[in-house]
């Protein structure tokens, strides 16, 4: 009896902690989320989900988003409903988007953490949400990615509703099937790789039908799966048509969500060289090397640590025949999802950059499983106070510390690098950080506080400013004054991105970004100087 007792009450401590987390998130992305400047893609998303809403407003006849650069290959329902939540909020277009991008964040962890509850107990569930929360490159992106964010959020739901619909199998619930069709529908219309989730479900399809023709005979098992196939339909049907609304593209023809694929599968770019491991390497030509590197850089070690223990685990227990068939379906399928992208990445090398953004969603899984480890290890170790006492300790210190990495580089929580990289300063010299540049905004404001200090006024009614780096950004945090340009002869001030493509000029310093001993940005003031050019070699 004491025993049960204490069981429950660390589970009811548990669910509080956790719930206590995504509290606490929330209430800091209220605070912080205005501090998110732009990135190279915003501006444009911005204007794809104005068009898609003219599209549903004009009773389908204003059709310019099917056709909008290439950004009709992907689906738009994060940028749609920014568009309209920026309609409704009092706040300006793009503080909307990292607001919505900070929900949508937030729902992504509460699904991590549902995830982690459903397949290691409440524990498991409060330590995943503390790995995701605690996880800079997941809640960097949250904020200002308006791709693949909304896409590992999109994911995280559906793995939820894919470890439920295992976990109840053949007899899957309504209340199993709708957040299934819900979350394929929404994964598929951010990012068509969504479909890559029939490889972690399929797998664990096939462990079930084979497990249960050795106990019941291959008629009794199939018929199981056929009632299993035949109650998920709807949710098949839901996806096709959450699909549809997100991304209006793909439902024009059937083949269409093949197209994107096919168009995604090959580099749509002209190709251009990142810095990786201090040597430029074209985005084309990454070493297979690349994702893993950038994984065991740029994650929380305890994260690394606890979320490998897990996938371990989970594959050993789905080869054990005493632990239930359902139950080792789930684990199955929870691995796949935090391993296989990153298995198919390193066979097939496609061209990857900008760090490793496009693999936010193996994030969520990868937690839950961390999550799963952290109970396991609480099991073991719950008569061995002592030993219990340092995994506690290790697990806190493994949390703090990336937080506390956040607090010094807010708002550039996404240009995190982890003590194994041998800090910030030895990682720019080597990686890209800021590639986004999302320190424009706090460049352009310092800027533009330095010139009312001085009393400065543009002589003929403008500044010319050469940007090395995104131009949307610094011309929406400049405002009118400003006219920028990529060529430095003329102009007033010269704003460089601190990253190996842009130039440091022999001129005085007007403003300067810096974190954790890194410079993010420097503004310049270029009157009366000859110089040639603010670059070292053409921009990404």
Request: net charge positive; charged share 15%; with cysteine.
């Amino acid at each position: 009896m004491p025993l049960e007792s204490g069981a429950s009450s660390l589970d009811r401590c548990s669910d509080i902690v956790a719930i206590g987390i995504l509290l606490l998130v929330a209430v800091l992305a209220v605070f912080t989320f205005r501090h998110y400047g732009l990135g190279w893609d915003d501006y444009t998303h911005a204007q794809y989900g104005d068009l898609l809403l003219s599209f549903y407003a004009s009773g389908f006849q204003d059709r310019r988003a099917l056709a909008f650069v290439n950004l009709y290959e992907y689906g738009g329902g994060f940028d749609m409903a920014a568009a309209l939540a920026a309609k409704v909020l009092p706040f300006d277009l793009f503080e909307t988007r990292r607001l919505c991008g900070a929900l949508v964040g937030i729902l992504g962890m509460a699904a991590t953490w549902r995830i982690g509850r459903r397949i290691g107990g409440p524990l498991a569930g409060a330590v995943a949400t503390a790995l995701i929360a605690a996880c800079p490159l997941y809640v960097g992106h949250m904020f200002m990615n308006p791709k693949d964010a909304p896409f590992a959020a999109a994911m995280a739901l559906l793995i939820l509703a894919m470890v439920r619909m295992l976990q109840e199998y053949p007899r899957p619930a309504a209340g199993t099937i709708v957040p299934f069709g819900l979350g394929l529908g929404l994964a598929v219309g951010s990012r068509v790789l969504g479909f890559l989730s029939a490889l972690y479900v399929l797998p664990s399809l096939v462990l079930l039908l084979a497990v249960e023709s050795r106990h019941d005979g291959l008629r009794a098992a199939a018929a199981r799966m056929g009632r299993f196939v035949l109650a998920m339909l709807p949710g098949l049907v839901l996806a096709y048509a959450v699909m549809a609304v997100v991304w209006p593209w793909a439902a024009l023809a059937p083949l269409n969500p093949l197209r994107a694929l096919g168009y995604f599968s090959r580099f749509f770019e002209s190709p251009w060289s990142e810095l990786f491991g201090g040597v430029l390497v074209p985005v084309t030509d990454m070493p297979r090397r690349y994702l893993p590197t950038l994984m065991g850089l740029k994650l929380p070690g305890i994260l690394l640590l606890l979320g490998s223990v897990g996938a371990i685990g989970a594959l050993v227990a789905t080869a054990r025949g005493t632990v239930s068939v359902n139950r080792r379906a789930a684990l199955l399928m929870l691995a796949l999802a935090a391993l296989l992208p990153v298995a198919l990445a390193v066979a097939t090398r496609p061209a990857m950059y900008n760090g490793i953004r496009h693999f936010l969603f193996v994030l969520p899984p990868l937690a839950a499983l961390g999550g799963l480890a952290a109970a396991w290890i609480v099991e073991r170790l719950r008569d061995r106070l002592f030993a219990l006492g340092v995994a506690t300790a290790v697990l806190g210190a493994g949390l703090v510390l990336p937080a506390l990495a956040m607090v010094r580089l807010h708002p550039y929580e996404y240009t995190y690098f982890n003590r194994a990289a041998g800090g910030m300063p030895s990682a720019a010299k080597r990686f890209m950080l800021d590639y986004w540049g999302l320190s424009f905004k706090q460049a352009s404001q310092a800027l533009l506080a330095t010139l009312r200090q001085r009393g400065e006024r543009p002589p003929g009614g403008t500044w010319e400013i050469a940007v090395c780096g995104p131009h949307p950004p610094a011309r929406v945090a400049l405002g009118p004054e400003f006219v920028l340009t990529w060529d430095p002869k003329g102009a007033d001030f010269a704003m460089m991105l601190g990253t190996f493509y842009c130039a440091k000029l022999d001129a005085p310093v007007l403003a300067e970004v810096k974190r954790a001993g890194v410079v993010y940005a420097r503004v310049y003031d270029i009157r009366g100087r000859s110089v040639e050019s603010i670059l070292t070699r053409p921009p990404p």
